[in-house]
């Protein structure tokens, strides 16, 4: 126990080393953050106050549960997965618990004296959790009974994804770890460089037929073969430029995401790119984004920028259809869709669903007092929201 504790402590002093890292640096790496009015009175800009409007939209929360705690501290992202009509949550502590998707009932609870970090993941009829001390954890999905073991060099902070008879982990070290589904023996690794700096957090690799396509904290994104972890392909998404490590800050930390034959990635450093995912070749790039994931509708995509701007692109060529800078400075999460809407988190607590045709906001509600750091996740309708305090929502639009 004293082991998880000290790991646990040395991810604390990471996140609070980098927060004041940028905190000192706010003048040279965000324009605005702070000024001088014309008063030569200095003052910070603080994050945009919310402001009333007229819902376009109602929102009704069907059900909440509890996922357990711990994950406040320590930057990370914890996002739940749904599968076969069940949410499946873990947090640092608190093990991992299944859910009933439309009645957030719970079905079985895995406890485990491990500090479960990333996860959970679920495919090929398991869960899949990982740990701060590089634990790899299998659960059957149907009764939350152990499978399988195995480890990893370093802390796992995104969620492990199975398809295609394989699991796949990253870890945070920059290594992806391929294992058998059935027998969790390990069949390839695959380890990318890290920069010196980089945004606290990644996200979990995208599966294609035969293709695993991975974001990478220097600012790429990478396909590899399924088969042996083979490098097929790299794409520059975010340009790792600037005087300083932290003006080189260019992480792809959201997901890309698959859709089709399209790969959409973003960055750190607000960009964004559509790539053809058997070729690498880029089909589109625009300079607005996030490290976050990328909301996908039908014509559009959807990203929040590093300052709480948030941008639609149409899909096909890139180009600007809104933005939204009601949000300014509220550390928003990932974008995800839920029908005519995107739905953004802050660190507040708070989700926004803001119109897919003008970027209006449409409706508000408090998900809870911790902050939301991940994006939320929708299925059948349903948007499901983790909070940094484990907190679990559930959402239906009307």
Known sequence: MNFHKNLRSRALLRVALLAAVVALSGCSTVKG????????????NKPNELTEFVPSATVSRIWTAKAGSGEEGLGLLQVPAIADGRVYAAAVEGGVRAFDLQTGATIWHYKSDLSLSGGPGAGEGLVLVGSLDGDVIALDAATGTEKWTAKVPNEVIAAPVAGQNTVLVRSNDGRVTAFDATSGERRWFWNHDLPSLSVRGNDAPVLGPGFVFVGNDDGTLTALSLVDGRPLWDQTVGQPDGRTELDRMAD????????GTTLFASSYKKQTMAVDAPSGRPLWAQDHGGAGRVGVASDRVVVADPGGVVWALDKSGGSTLWQQAALLRRNLSGAAVQGEFAVVGDFEGYLHWLRLDNG??????????????????????ILIVQ?????LSAYRLQ
């Not at 001088?36 to 003052?43: P, V």
């Not at 930390?253 to 859709?259: C, H, R």
């Not at 209006?360 to 309708?381: E, H, Q, S, T």
């Open 360 to 381: 209006d906001l449409g409706a508000r509600v408090r998900a809870g007092r911790d902050p939301v750091r991940a994006a939320p996740v929708v299925v059948d309708g």
């Open 387 to 391: 909070t940094a305090g484990g907190d």
């Open 33 to 44: 953050w702070f000024t001088i009015d014309d008063s030569g009175n200095k003052a910070a």
């Open 252 to 259: 792809v930390d959201g997901s890309p995401a698959l859709d």
